[in-house]
């Protein structure tokens, strides 16, 4: 079945890179986004990427996609505190625009002054 | 330009009781998704609604229920709540043919 796995904690200091990794299972093409949710708060679209990519930049972030592995990672460069929050992986299930996302569990980055 | 609205942002209830909640989509969205999202877990996708209609649905069972309006906006009712009902319930919304779905702010049920 379809899954989407991530690590559940990342800690790094103010100033460095975070790298945040995703692993998801279905083959078909797809979509693949990066969403960050702060305390008490909804979800905020950060970036996505079509399977057929293998690198997308924006701003600080770049988020680097490998399909043989189904490995997908989202770094965000000179990690600010205002960065600290959860950070979920999503997929598209049904490959098109508009299927349903499947969500990981999401990963807690702690930025540390 | 709003972005997605959702109401009210809490709420509580008892078990045995009803629940609707509703969503405003994005100015020029037309599909209208709800996810569930418990403590601690990511959203798990509920039902999306486009064209007034249900178009696709996730593994919840028939006491979820929406509707869609036809300026777009969406009601999620949930009947005969049991505890396990108790998460933040949130709204995306998204144009057709479009890749991204925008969130609301959510809104957060407690079930007593």
């Known amino acids: 079945g379809e899954d989407v796995e991530q690590s559940l904690f990342l800690s790094v200091r103010e100033g460095d890179s975070s790298v945040i990794n995703c692993t998801y299972t279905d083959s078909s093409s797809t979509y693949l986004y990066w969403y960050k949710q702060e305390p008490g708060a909804g979800l905020q679209l950060l970036t996505y990427i079509f399977s057929n990519m293998d690198m997308k930049q924006d701003q600080r972030l770049t988020v680097l996609l490998n399909k043989k592995d189904k490995h997908l990672s989202l770094r965000i460069a000179d990690t600010q505190t205002g960065d600290s929050a959860i950070y979920f992986c999503a997929e598209n299930f049904d490959g098109g625009s508009q299927g349903n996302l499947i969500f990981g569990k999401g990963t807690k980055l702690s930025v540390k002054p | 330009d709003a972005g997605v609205t959702q109401s009210p942002t809490h709420l509580i209830k008892t078990r045995g009781q009803q629940v609707t909640l509703r969503c405003s989509p994005k100015s020029g969205h037309d599909t209208v998704s709800w996810y569930q999202q418990a403590l601690g877990q990511g959203p798990q996708f509920i039902f999306q609604?486009?064209?007034?209609?249900?178009?696709q649905r996730g593994n919840f069972p028939d006491r979820f229920s929406g509707h869609q309006f036809p300026n777009y906006s969406s009601e999620l009712n949930v009947n005969a709540l049991l505890l396990g009902d108790s998460a933040l319930y949130l709204c995306a919304s998204s144009a057709a043919r479009k890749a991204t779905q925008y969130f609301g702010p959510g809104t957060r049920l407690t079930v007593l």
């Open positions: 609604y486009y064209e007034e209609e249900e178009r």
